[in-house]
Structures are given as structure tokens and as C-alpha cells.
T-cell receptor
Framework: DGGITQSPKYLFRKEGQNVTLSCEQN?????MYWYRQDPGQGLRLIYY???????QKGDIAEGYSVSREKKESFPLTVTSAQKNPTAFYLC???????????FGPGTRLLVL | SQQGEEDPQALSIQEGENATMNCSYK?????LQWYRQNSGRGLVHLIL?????REKHSGRLRVTLDTSKKSSSLLITASRAADTASYFC?????????????FGTGTRLQVTL
């Protein structure tokens, strides 16, 4: 899992509630990513950030928001607008060579 | 959208046998990567092959790339029970400053003793 930490490991969301997933890296990587993985599926890109204070939407950004105030941190907020949030969320980062991605251990989000 | 389709979706073999999984993609790429995921965990990078390469080896792993057919294969030789995991191909088609990967649907490999 490299130098990327995600917390919490499990997260429960109530209807209408916003929740924030944490992602921190100590690899000095510039680019960071958020993916969603549904059971038996591959990863789909939610948001990514190439540098501090800049981020771009991925393929499934609706209902999610991010911030990148520090190089080490890229938190993801799952808003109440995301109607089907139950999934496994993975954070990743890329270093200077910008090709290989390093992944955190993931956060599993469940809806109560 | 997912660019890659992997085949087979699931594969069960005995320890010591070879495992082959295939990946097809739709658009031109800069490189193709293979990742491994143990159940409920993050992904781990295995190997990267560039668009101008045809074959690459790393330990018990052998990857081939056929850009004319837009396909790749991953061969794991002399498999072990510890190889049990899901394997994903990912394509990098972006020429921008950040690696932006598109993942396939994965192959679930089960290696039995």
C-alpha cells in the first residue's frame, strides 16, 4: 500500500448526509486520484489533481467534491446528491515519472 | 467508461500451472499496465509495457502487447496459492502532465493447492 493512507477503513452514511474520506501521502507525489470500485468491477475515475489548488473531474464526478489545499492531502466528499454511494473508494498518487500509480488501502462506504 | 475488457472474468487453476489472462482496449495508448488486487485491498502495480514494446518480463510475469489488435496478455508461470487475487489491466492514453489510467473489468484468479 506504499506511503498512502486512507481513513476510515469503513464509513457509514445516513440518508442526506455528506461524508468525507481522507487520503494522505508522504511520497512527495504531485498527482493524486480518487476511484470508485463497485463489486466485481474495475475502477472508475472520480476526480484527479495534478498540483495543489487544482483538480479535474473524472468520468463519474457527479455527487462528489474534492479539495487539494496541501500536496500531501486529497480528501473526497461524498455529498447527498450521490444517490448510490455504496462502494469501495480508492485513492492513488503518481510521482515524477507520472506513469505508475500507487494505491492506498481503500475505504468502504456503506449506507445506513 | 472502462476502456479495457478482460478475459476470462474468472480463472481457477492448480498450483504450479500457468495462468493467462487477456485484455482488450479501444483507443491508442502510450502504455498498458497490469495491477493486482487482493480481496478488499488496494491495487499493486505489477508491470508496465509501452506502446513500442511487444513483450516484457518480470520474474514469473510475462506481458505481451499487440497494438494492431489492441490487446495484451499477462502470463503468470508456475502459479502459487499466494497469486490468488484479481488482476486488472489499465491503459494510459493521456499525453498530458498526469497519468490518467482507464481500468479494465478484471480477472479473478483462484490458485488451489
Amino acid at each position: 500500500d506504499g506511503g498512502i493512507t486512507q481513513s476510515p477503513k469503513y464509513l457509514f452514511r445516513k440518508e442526506g448526509q455528506n461524508v468525507t474520506l481522507s487520503c494522505e501521502q508522504n511520497l512527495n507525489h504531485d498527482a493524486m486520484y480518487w476511484y470508485r470500485q463497485d463489486p466485481g468491477q474495475g475502477l472508475r475515475l472520480i476526480y484527479y489533481s495534478q498540483i495543489v489548488n487544482d483538480f479535474q473531474k473524472g468520468d463519474i464526478a457527479e455527487g462528489y467534491s474534492v479539495s487539494r489545499e496541501k500536496k500531501e492531502s486529497f480528501p473526497l466528499t461524498v455529498t447527498s446528491a450521490q444517490k448510490n454511494p455504496t462502494a469501495f473508494y480508492l485513492c492513488a498518487s503518481t510521482g515524477q515519472g507520472r506513469e505508475t500509480q500507487y494505491f492506498g488501502p481503500g475505504t468502504r462506504l456503506l449506507v445506513l | 467508461s472502462q476502456q479495457g475488457e478482460e478475459d476470462p472474468q474468472a480463472l481457477s487453476i492448480q498450483e504450479g500451472e500457468n495462468a493467462t489472462m487477456n485484455c482488450s482496449y479501444k483507443t491508442s495508448i502510450n502504455n498498458l499496465q497490469w495491477y493486482r488486487q487482493n480481496s478488499g485491498r488496494g491495487l499493486v502495480h505489477l508491470i508496465l509495457i509501452r506502446s513500442n514494446e511487444r513483450e516484457k518480463h518480470s520474474g514469473r510475469l510475462r506481458v505481451t502487447l499487440d497494438t494492431s489488435k489492441k490487446s495484451s496478455s499477462l502470463l503468470i508461470t508456475a502459479s502459487r496459492a499466494a497469486d490468488t487475487a484479481s488482476y486488472f489491466c489499465a491503459t494510459d492514453a493521456d499525453t498530458g502532465t498526469a497519468s490518467k489510467l482507464t481500468f479494465g473489468t478484471g480477472t479473478r484468479l483462484q490458485v488451489t493447492l
